[in-house]
T-cell receptor, first 114, second 112 residues
């Protein structure tokens, strides 16, 4: 059974650019959640995708958007990057909605915005 | 803003000692979960306790939940150097399952 994978591992962008991060969920999981974790902080919930539709969103502006595909993998897109977007981006998959039970996290993508 | 607040922010102990971390939250929950994170990597689920449960055990871990005080504690007994990590509590609102809100975490250092 393959765990949650994320790509790329590290990424460096400049302010104003756009970025796409990818996540492959664990087999059998239909829900993917995305989190932003700034250095020394806890993960902040960005949004959740359940069966290809957004289902729950945190306090993030519309320039943070996502997709979930029929195989339940997911993308996080961030437009007009700002310096404060520098963080570790984590995705987590689960067999049901976030909060119902255990979430399985990927290793994260470290984004640096210069 | 984050739902949970962990206390202490950092904890340093010797191997063999017990480590206790506390979490407080603000609104009614369906469940509370504890996760562990090593050096900025992905999080690993440790234990889930439901709002109608008061205590739960898993190996060397013991979690308590007091819904009247909106607080939880995680006890790690007989700590090992390998327990060195950050520990986070996460809550699922009783209003729905579409969010999991994490606290800021406790950084635990266990010295050999």
């Amino acid at each position: 059974e393959t765990g949650v994978t994320q790509s790329p591992t590290h990424l460096i962008k400049t302010r104003g650019q756009q970025v796409t991060l990818r996540c492959s969920s664990q087999s059998g999981h239909n829900t993917v959640s995305w989190y932003q974790q700034a250095l020394g902080q806890g993960p902040q919930f960005i949004f959740q995708y359940y069966r290809e539709e957004e289902n729950g969103r945190g306090n993030f502006p519309p320039r943070f958007s996502g997709l979930q595909f029929p195989n339940y993998s997911s993308e996080l897109n961030v437009n007009a990057l700002e310096l404060d977007d520098s963080a570790l981006y984590l995705c987590a998959s689960s067999p049901g909605l976030a909060g119902v039970g255990e979430q399985f996290f990927g290793p994260g993508t470290r984004l640096t915005v210069l | 803003s984050q739902q949970g607040e962990e206390d202490p922010q950092a904890l340093s102990i010797q191997e063999g000692e017990n480590a206790t971390m506390n979490c407080s939250y603000k609104t009614s929950i369906n469940n509370l979960q504890w996760y562990r994170q090593n050096s900025g990597r992905g999080l690993v689920h440790l234990i889930l306790i439901r709002s109608n449960e008061r205590e739960k055990h898993s190996g060397r871990l013991r979690v308590t939940l007091d819904t009247s005080k909106k607080s939880s504690s995680l006890l790690i007994t007989a700590s090992r150097a390998a327990d060195t990590a950050s520990y986070f509590c996460a809550t699922a609102y009783s209003g729905g399952y579409n969010k999991l809100i994490f606290g800021a975490g406790t950084r635990l250092a266990v010295h050999p």
